[in-house]
């Protein structure tokens, strides 16, 4: 059964520390993206990969770091220099006809 | 600077009563258009995607257009579980990578 799995579902985060996220696919997709939506706005979009080993900047990359070093995984770390990391994380990943979605997590800062 | 917008923010309906949700959009290029369904607490699911001005989708109750300007969804005789909240997003022709998305119409549909 073919498609994007996140964990955890839920996270909480205490002021200063780093936390991450996972992003697995199954899909055999080369190219997976980070999202985050606040309530309000539109998906804003934070890192992106096409390939292992390769990774570009979204629109809001500070605060966030990634890393790919497998085609199926692609993690976030929120870290402690992301000021308001209170928010839902969605992963993605691109095939055709379009970008699929991971089932997301909700991360809260404590 | 490129934009997506979605009208209305939300919108709801009776069982039955048919309506469209708008999402216009000024971009440099564009390559694609791109339809989700989002429940709460969870990650968007596709629906469409539309290419070229003319192109409709369908899929059960919706059909999806397209002109150079914005999109259309269409909802025919909805039901209460097509409550959600629909996403439209770009691609954009020069960055085959980069989705822009609107904020959003939130449907409520009651029985």
């Known amino acids: 059964d073919g498609g994007i799995t996140q964990s955890p579902k839920y996270l909480f985060r205490k002021e200063g520390q780093n936390v991450t996220l996972s992003c697995e696919q199954n899909l055999n997709h080369d190219a997976m993206y980070w999202y985050r939506q606040d309530p309000g706005q539109g998906l804003r979009l934070i890192y992106y990969?096409?390939?292992?080993?390769?990774?570009q900047k979204g629109d809001i990359a500070e605060g966030y770091s990634v890393s790919r070093e497998k085609k199926e995984s692609f993690p976030l770390t929120v870290t402690s220099a992301q000021k308001n990391p209170t928010a839902f994380y969605l992963c993605?990943?691109?095939?055709?006809?379009?970008?699929?979605f991971g089932p997301g997590t909700r991360l809260t800062v404590l | 600077e490129d934009q997506v917008t979605q009208s209305p923010e939300a919108l709801r309906l009776q069982e039955g009563e048919s309506s469209s949700l708008n999402c216009s959009y000024t971009v440099s290029g564009l390559r694609g258009l791109f339809w989700y369904r989002q429940d709460p607490g969870k990650g968007p699911e596709f629906l469409f995607t539309?290419?070229?001005a003319g192109e409709e989708k369908e899929k059960e109750r919706l059909k999806a257009t397209l002109t150079k300007k914005e999109s259309f969804l269409h909802i025919t005789a909805p039901k209460p579980e097509d409550s959600a909240t629909y996403l439209c997003?770009?691609?954009?022709?020069?960055?085959?990578?980069?989705?822009?998305f609107g904020t959003g119409t939130r449907l409520q549909v009651f029985p």
């Open positions: 539309l290419y070229s």
């Open positions: 990969s096409q390939i292992v080993n390769d990774f």
């Open positions: 997003a770009v691609l954009l022709s020069y960055n085959t990578d980069k989705l822009i």
């Open positions: 993605a990943s691109s095939g055709l006809p379009g970008q699929f």
